[in-house]
């Protein structure tokens, strides 16, 4: 689906951690097990209905009087069948189908009125709730989407809200309509006939425990039909985007054959909830129906004895008719309405989720003017995925404004982890960490990462122009201000050649561009956020020698009156840096610069050996 829009709006730009990334042939999930069956998760849509309150009260009453219209119809049927066959009152005939023609007039006024209320109110109450959650999913912190797979939470945000989307758009008025309908059409019964009446309405509890009772077993099902769509979601989503490598290895069949088992199982999966939802509409109308044809066997015979009249059986069958049809469609979308209950449980549990990493009830405010002092004291910490096995013990250190200090050491020494503590994606488990000497875990994460500019190893690039994916940095800069940064992180060495300019379509994940020109717009959202702190983390690990120096030239532009962290492998990088932190486990085992801890001979002296040459010192 293309969807069209005058400014694109990008995503927030996170950092995964090695927990985050789930290999391509691992097996899905399995779907959570259905909760309770109950109705209460549509209680969860109460307070959107109650924002437009004044357009459900309108559709309430479009409703009600639709209702009217119907309930009145078997009442003048029974004065024309008792009176107007009569050559003496030959007259009613005329006007009571002059009535009837208004009443219809009536009735399909108001149910016009009633479906355009009710499908508007649906659509907006929809259109809300995904902003909501939306909104909400970007609050979330690392914690959660550690586990969390993208393709299904795509799928609660529009499948699910779909799902909820046609309930409250046409099954709860649907339902509403059918209630007022089957009560009215019941009370005008016992009007009508008493002792009919009393036969009929004995069968309507064994009915609607019928009803209910096959209602839950419908939500069941749904709730498993749509976990495991969701879980197909998510394999496709995760596939897609990495169709090249799946191509590159050719796996194309295996994935395919995949994709095609998860969709088989969730269809198995729908079609036992139809299946359920079928045989609850089947028995409903039977066990209706059949009640309305045994009191219409008592009242013919009642006709016959002279007990009753012709006309007030047919106002009776009428009524009885409309209850039983009220009932029987009601039986029909409660199937609907328990599956969107199931997906507005699906929902509730995103809305009820809460990040680890929040605002404190009294922040701290960071001092003005910015410094760009970094302290970290004592720092411990374990990702929560597995709290047995600590990423960083006790790392201490500081950085001083203005200073460039590179951070250096095997894969899985903790360097990356010191970024998103820094970045606050997630809270230290000891110790504390200090930004212009304020504790962050004090302040605002908003306020901590405003001051904060980061530039990763694998970028993210969005479906839109250069232009917008620079504007990330900083989303009010101004068109001269994106330019200008781009220029400086040298990126118009290769926008001038492109058709558009600064406007031109990158392509999803920017598919279209080099992984040196990517590099290059992510310094430059660096320099136009204009953030005291810089973050290099494996800036240019992945580049050539020619992208590479490139890079770099505009890197140490980026840096320029900024304190900077650099994360890098390649020490040919960070042999200018002022200090350098060397990490192990988790720890900082050497501190000094390049001459003195090759001097050292210790771990760092190992590292640009190897790097270098044996003897070399750089």
Known sequence: MTVTQAAPRLPVETAQTPESAAALSAPLS???PARSPRLKPLMAL???????????????VALIVAALATLVVPIAVRRMIDFGFDADHAGFINRYFAVMIGVVAVLSLASAARYFLV???????????????FAHLLTLDGRFYDGAKSGELISRLTADTTQIK????????????????????????????????????????????????????????????????????????EAIGAVRALQAN?????????????????????????????????????????????????????VLDGTMSAG???????????????????GEVWGEISQAAGATERIAELLQERPAVVTPTEPLA????????????????????????PALDAVSFTVRAGERVAIVGPSGAGKSTLFQLLLRFYDPTSGHIAVDGTDIAQAEPESVRARIALVPQDVAIFAASIRENIRLGRPQ??????????????????????????????????????????????IARAILRRAPILLLDEATSALDAESETLVQQALDRSMEGRTTLVIAHRLSTVLSADRILVMERGRIVEEGTHASLVARGGLYARLAALQFGEGKDG
Not at 201 to 208: D, K, R, W
Not at 272 to 281: K, N, P
Not at 313 to 329: D, E, H, I, K, T
């Open 30 to 32: 399995t779907p959570a």
């Open 46 to 60: 109460w307070p959107h209905i109650c924002r437009y309150r004044g357009r459900a009260a309108a559709a309430l």
């Open 119 to 133: 499908m508007t109110l649906g659509e907006r109450i929809v259109a809300d709730l995904r902003a909501q959650v």
């Open 166 to 237: 046609s309930t409250v758009g046409a099954s709860a008025s649907i339902a509403l309509r059918n209630i007022v309908l089957f009560f009215g059409a019941a009370v005008m019964m016992v009007v009508t006939s008493p002792w009919l009446s009393a036969a009929l309405l004995i069968a309507i509890p064994l009915i609607v425990a019928v009803l209910i009772g096959a209602g839950r077993g419908v939500r069941k099902r749904s709730r498993g039909a749509q976990d495991t769509l969701a879980e197909a979601s998510a394999y496709a989503a």
């Open 250 to 302: 050719t796996a194309e069949r295996a994935a395919a054959a995949r994709f095609s088992g998860e969709v088989e199982h969730a269809f198995d999966s729908a079609r036992d909830a139809v299946r359920a939802r079928a045989l609850l509409t089947g028995v409903g109308i039977f066990l209706v129906f059949a009640s309305v044809v045994g009191i219409l066997w008592a009242g013919a015979n009642a």
């Open 312 to 330: 007030t059986l047919g106002q009776f069958v009428l009524y009885a008719v409309l209850a039983a049809s009220g009932l029987g469609q009601l």
């Open 366 to 389: 960071l001092p003005e003017p910015a410094r760009g002092e970094v302290s970290f004291s004592a720092v411990g910490f374990a990702y929560p995925g597995r709290p047995d096995l």
């Open 477 to 522: 800069a101004s068109d001269d201000e994106v330019e200008e940064a781009g220029r400086l992180a040298l990126a118009d060495e290769f926008v001038a050649r492109l058709p558009e300019g600064w406007d031109t379509p990158v392509g999803e994940r920017g598919v279209t561009l080099s992984g040196g020109q990517r590099q290059r717009l992510a």
